[in-house]
């Protein structure tokens, strides 16, 4: 995480009272309370004073930043808001930022809201499966098998050339980089890979299966997409992506028998039996936007690749496309304020 792109908070454990917080926001103490009640405010007493972690004020708006309430949701009703409090303060060991910093930062809000979703409230020390890195987390309990054989050096091999590959791409890394980050002799990698286009389709091949068991695991295709998206912290897109811009076919890079079947399953049953998910009563017209444009930007560079995993080869580029923008148009009309 780059520390300077972290935003501006209130000092470590500096807190406000009712009487700055009414001042502050320019409402009444009956207002304050009632967000207290509503959890849009994290606020606790402490004898005979309600106290207000002061990173939650937004100096610029003069009011409270909206990343409250999404922290508050996370956390549940059973943490209290006192030791809700102090947790958002307190330092991450490694990370070495508060939640309350990886909050407000755009490299750090999905995190901090994972760290809240996983913290049980028994005391304000995160427990060590939320003291590690987003990819460091995700490669030991995500993508790779619930309990790896830490003395394979395949295993290490795999999961440095993994960090390595999404941090720098293929093209920049030695095999001799992934060994000395493995901590294995060169002529292991040459053993096992042979080469460095080697190595990387078993990385490729890795996640998929790995992935692929994660979805297949979920009967709800609704819960599989909340589970699923940025799950890896984006490392299989960083290194697909590499990958692609490299030069990788979609044959070299998945071959024959590669198959993937996420989501398909899931979408299938939900169409034999749909039911509506439980969304919000209103879209922002930009998120749509914004989603419209990713794959459109997107779809021609990749969509080679996805026909591959998925066996589906036997449709016509123009035609899959033409579906495309059909499914897009149906996204806008969906999320249009009358539907």
Same mark, same amino acid.
């Given at each position: 995480?780059?520390?300077?792109?972290?935003?501006?908070?209130?000092? *470590? %454990?500096?807190?406000?009272?009712?009487?700055?917080?009414?001042?502050?926001?320019?409402?009444?103490?009956?207002?304050?309370?009632? +967000?207290?009640?509503?959890?849009?405010?994290?606020?606790?007493? *402490?004898?005979?004073?309600?106290?207000?972690?002061?990173?939650?004020?937004?100096?610029?708006?003069?009011?409270?930043?909206?990343?409250?309430?999404?922290?508050?949701?996370?956390?549940? @009703?059973? &943490?209290?808001? %006192? !030791?809700?409090? +102090?947790?958002?303060?307190?330092?991450? =060991?490694?990370? *070495?930022?508060?939640?309350?910093?990886?909050?407000?930062?755009?490299?750090?809000?999905?995190?901090? /809201?994972?760290?809240?979703? +996983?913290?049980?409230?028994?005391?304000?020390?995160?427990?060590?499966?939320?003291?590690?890195?987003?990819?460091? +987390?995700?490669?030991?309990?995500?993508?790779?098998?619930?309990? =790896? #054989? #830490? *003395?394979?050096?395949?295993?290490?091999?795999? %999961?440095?050339?993994?960090?390595?590959?999404?941090? $720098?791409?293929?093209?920049?890394?030695?095999?001799?980089?992934?060994?000395?980050?493995? @901590?294995?002799?060169?002529?292991?990698?040459?053993?096992?890979?042979?080469? $460095?286009?080697?190595?990387?389709?078993?990385?490729?091949? /890795?996640?998929?299966?790995?992935?692929?068991?994660?979805?297949?695991?979920?009967?709800?295709?609704?819960?599989?997409?909340?589970?699923?998206?940025?799950?890896?912290?984006?490392?299989?897109?960083?290194?697909?992506?590499?990958?692609?811009? #490299?030069?990788?076919?979609?044959?070299? /890079?998945?071959?024959?028998?590669?198959?993937?079947?996420?989501?398909?399953?899931?979408?299938?049953?939900?169409? %034999? !039996?749909?039911? $509506?998910? &439980?969304?919000?009563?209103?879209? !922002?017209?930009?998120?749509?936007?914004?989603?419209?444009?990713? &794959?459109?930007?997107?779809?021609?560079?990749?969509? =080679?690749?996805?026909?591959?995993?998925?066996?589906?080869?036997?449709?016509?580029?123009?035609?899959?496309?033409?579906?495309?923008?059909?499914?897009?148009? &149906?996204?806008?009309?969906?999320?249009?304020? $009358?539907?």
């Amino acid at each position: 995480m780059n520390d300077d792109r972290l935003l501006p908070v209130a000092t *470590d %454990r500096e807190e406000w009272t009712t009487p700055q917080v009414a001042e502050f926001m320019g409402v009444s103490r009956q207002a304050i309370n009632r +967000r207290i009640h509503n959890r849009t405010l994290l606020g606790y007493r *402490d004898k005979a004073i309600t106290r207000f972690p002061a990173w939650q004020f937004d100096v610029d708006t003069r009011w409270l930043r909206p990343e409250v309430e999404e922290l508050l949701e996370a956390l549940g @009703d059973e &943490v209290t808001p %006192r !030791d809700a409090a +102090r947790w958002s303060t307190t330092r991450v =060991p490694k990370l *070495d930022h508060t939640p309350a910093e990886l909050l407000l930062s755009p490299d750090g809000k999905e995190l901090a /809201l994972e760290l809240a979703r +996983r913290y049980d409230g028994r005391d304000t020390s995160p427990t060590p499966a939320e003291t590690v890195s987003p990819s460091e +987390r995700q490669v030991s309990f995500e993508w790779f098998p619930d309990n =790896p #054989d #830490d *003395d394979d050096p395949r295993s290490a091999i795999l %999961r440095a050339a993994i960090k390595l590959f999404a941090q $720098k791409g293929p093209a920049k890394v030695s095999l001799r980089e992934v060994a000395a980050a493995a @901590d294995v002799s060169y002529s292991l990698i040459y053993r096992f890979f042979k080469t $460095k286009e080697n190595l990387l389709v078993s990385v490729m091949q /890795l996640f998929i299966q790995q992935g692929g068991q994660r979805l297949s695991d979920e009967d709800d295709v609704y819960i599989a997409i909340e589970k699923s998206l940025g799950s890896d912290a984006g490392q299989y897109g960083r290194m697909l992506s590499w990958a692609v811009l #490299d030069g990788a076919t979609p044959e070299r /890079l998945f071959p024959a028998g590669t198959r993937t079947s996420g989501y398909r399953t899931q979408i299938e049953a939900l169409w %034999r !039996d749909p039911r $509506k998910p &439980v969304v919000r009563d209103q879209f !922002d017209p930009r998120v749509v936007a914004s989603l419209i444009q990713l &794959v459109a930007i997107g779809w021609d560079l990749y969509e =080679p690749y996805m026909t591959r995993l998925e066996g589906s080869q036997d449709r016509a580029t123009s035609d899959r496309r033409d579906e495309l923008i059909e499914m897009l148009k &149906v996204l806008v009309y969906a999320t249009s304020p $009358k539907h």
